[in-house]
């Protein structure tokens, strides 16, 4: 799914204007024209450019599985519901580890192969720009994570009972056929089949459970767009709480190896309240439903804003209570979720807004002001050579984006005053509402917020510059 309503009047025009005035919409099962061609096999991120896939926008996938957690496999279908943005002749979707066994396209068997992570799939005719298709893949096999030298290890995770699937900037394609970049945002409706005694947790809105056989179908709907690493499932001896805040189904779930009382269920059980906390400043909270998922894994050390229902490493309540990352992770839901990259290069937009939403928190907890947290980063900050705009793709995790993130926007907030960078935090959320965002847009934005402040040097400085700017 993607944003601009222009680009798709454009479309429109494209398909109605072209060729000897024939409805070029019209299915004819004539041979695909000589302007048909492959979709790209990526989306042409400039940081990880074999990321997701060219040619095709997807606007909702359906995905049914079934986890057998004595064996590892999944076997499952997806059903893409996807518009063409060019003349197809094949297109691709990325797919990790695990093998296509049928595919159609609009009812009808499609030929697929396999290229690495990728599959390839040719429709029997060719897709003119601007239709919409419907893709149904059934896939299966034993699913592994994605290892990325420099970031860590994405995607599914194989557990004792069951099974979790986080990673960011790849996750989903260890478990479903997808295009794996955050450009493209589809909505979500995950069907997944388990033993009966274990829970399923995901994203979004729960549906009807139901049992047959031994085997229990959990149900999960995303209705609002979503960015494809924030796909998350969590299979095995969960502890699930479900309340309503704010009129939304609030569900957070904590394993049963986790005390119920403990530091990680006090700490998510805060939830709600960070929220409306975080409401006061960014504006509405942009999801049909909340909550958080504690998994208990050695090798999740992260935690992950996977949308509406963030992913929490238990290593975060090792100290005792934590509300600083639950206040991270849902400052994420405005910042990185409802709007999301277009381009990775651009992750301070999600991490320093995160960070920047802890040291609101923090100033609301009365533990240290905004100006207090600032200057504690200032002057411990050690690396002024890595740009926060431009932190290289083995670098957007590194503190040039996180912590010196947040202290541009701190930067920016003093140059534009404390009342115009409210406002900005707030209409920028609201403008982009279930978009795709870049920095030149967030700089164009505080621009027009600022009205007539000068903020270039600001953003040169902050952003690109290579040397530690001046306390602003
Ligand atoms: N975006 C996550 C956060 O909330 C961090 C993810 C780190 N991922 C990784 N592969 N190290 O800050
Ligand atoms: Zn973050």
């Excluded at 296509?100 to 429709?123: F, H, I, K, Q």
């Excluded at 779930?253 to 960014?282: H, M, N, Y």
Aim: proline letters at 8%; glycine letters at 12%; aromatic letters at 10%.
């Amino acid at each position: 799914m993607k944003r601009g309503l222009a680009a798709g009047i454009a479309a429109v025009i494209a398909v109605g204007g072209c060729t000897s005035g024939r409805n070029s919409t019209t299915d004819r099962p004539s041979a695909p024209a000589a302007s048909f061609a492959p979709g790209a096999p990526g989306a042409g991120d400039p940081y990880f450019p074999k990321y997701g896939n060219g040619g095709y926008d997807v606007g909702d996938y359906d995905i049914k599985a079934r986890f057998d957690p004595a064996t590892g496999r999944l076997d499952g279908t997806a059903t893409i519901t996807a518009t063409a943005t060019q003349d197809l002749s094949s297109f691709n979707l990325d797919l990790a580890h695990l093998t296509a066994s049928e595919v159609t396209v609009d009812g009808r068997p499609a030929t697929s192969r396999a290229e690495g992570n990728e599959l390839v799939v040719t429709p029997p005719v060719g897709l003119p720009k601007g239709r919409p298709f419907t893709t149904v893949v059934k896939y299966g096999g034993v699913p592994e994570p994605i290892n990325n030298e420099a970031l860590g290890k994405g995607g599914w995770f194989r557990t004792a009972d069951g099974a979790f699937a986080v990673g960011q900037p790849e996750s989903a394609s260890t478990w479903f056929p997808v295009n794996d970049h955050p450009s493209d945002k589809a909505t979500y409706k995950l069907s997944m089949t388990v033993p009966d005694g274990l829970e399923v947790i995901s994203n979004g809105v729960p549906g009807p459970r139901t049992s047959a056989d031994g085997w229990t179908t959990w149900n999960w709907s995303e209705g609002s767009p979503m960015a494809s690493y924030l796909a998350t499932v969590a299979i095995g001896q969960y502890r699930i709480t479900t309340s309503r805040h704010g009129g939304k189904p609030m569900i957070v779930a904590v394993p049963e190896s986790v005390p119920a009382d403990g530091p990680a269920a006090k700490s998510l059980a805060r939830t709600g309240e960070i929220t409306d906390f975080l409401e006061t400043q960014f504006g509405p909270y942009p999801f049909d439903a909340n909550g958080g998922v504690v998994v208990a894994d050695d090798r999740l050390d992260y935690a992950l804003e996977t949308q509406s229902r963030p992913v929490y490493g238990d290593t975060f309540f090792s100290g005792g209570e934590n509300s600083t990352v639950v206040a991270h992770e849902l400052g994420h839901q405005w910042f990185g979720d409802s709007l999301a990259l277009e381009r990775w290069q651009d992750i301070w937009l999600n991490e320093g807004f995160a960070t920047y939403a802890e040291w609101l928190w923090q100033e609301h907890e009365g533990k240290a002001t905004v100006a207090e947290s600032f200057d504690r980063t200032y002057s411990k900050f050690e690396d002024w050579s890595q740009p926060t705009g431009k932190p290289g793709p083995d670098g957007i995790f590194d503190p040039a984006v996180y912590d010196r993130g947040a202290m541009t926007l701190y930067a920016l907030r003093k140059a534009m005053g404390d009342a115009a960078f409210a406002g900005l935090l707030k209409s920028w959320a609201a403008r982009n509402r279930d978009g795709n965002v870049t920095t030149d847009e967030f700089i164009a934005a505080a621009k027009q917020a600022a009205g007539g402040v000068d903020l270039d040097p600001v953003f040169q400085a902050w952003l690109y510059g290579t040397t530690k700017p001046p306390r602003p």
